[in-house]
């Protein structure tokens, strides 16, 4: 199973990855904010992708823990589980964003206000094209509402009707 984290800095994706992990590999793009300029973020990405690309190829899970709020981003992971046709899933965390905000100011390093905003408005824009992308399943931990959903696969195209 491939596993995508999608939400802004602060939505609590790698709180999610603490508390449901099992024996997947996880590949988390923490180190761009804790390092922040002292990193190549394109290089690390890049390996990023390939350790996960390698893990994949081996038959192993993978959790991708990153924001993920650029469409071509979740499209190579989309892309990825289609080589050995293995399960893939979304999880997006939509979490209000005075409290992605307020996040920010209990972590050790925080990421910029400007960054957290962009991301927001970044995963705000996706919420009904990524019902298109492809995705086997789309779970959606709505922090605003405080409710979860998950749509399969078959119910993706009558869902995205539905909401057009």
């Not at 298109?132 to 399969?152: A, H, L, P």
Request: charged share 25%; glycine share 4%; net charge positive.
């Amino acid at each position: 199973m491939i596993t995508v984290l999608m939400g802004a800095p602060g939505a609590g994706k790698t709180t999610w990855v603490r508390n449901n992990a099992q024996n997947e590999v996880i590949l988390s793009s923490e180190a761009v904010r804790i390092y922040k300029t002292d990193i190549d973020i394109g290089s690390f990405m890049d390996g990023l992708r390939v350790k996960g690309f390698k893990a994949v190829k081996e038959g192993k899970s993978i959790i991708v823990d990153a924001t993920n709020t650029i469409q071509a981003h979740r499209l190579y992971w989309l892309k990825v589980s289609k080589l050995p046709k293995m399960p893939n899933r979304l999880i997006v965390f939509n979490t209000p964003l005075t409290h992605l905000l307020q996040a920010q100011t209990i972590r050790e390093f925080p990421a910029a206000d400007n960054i957290v905003k962009e991301h927001y408005r970044r995963l705000n824009r996706s919420l009904n094209t990524i019902k298109i992308e492809g995705w086997d399943e789309i779970e959606i931990i709505d922090r605003m509402s405080k409710r979860c959903s998950i749509v399969k696969k078959r119910d993706l195209n009558r869902t995205f009707n539905e909401t057009t």
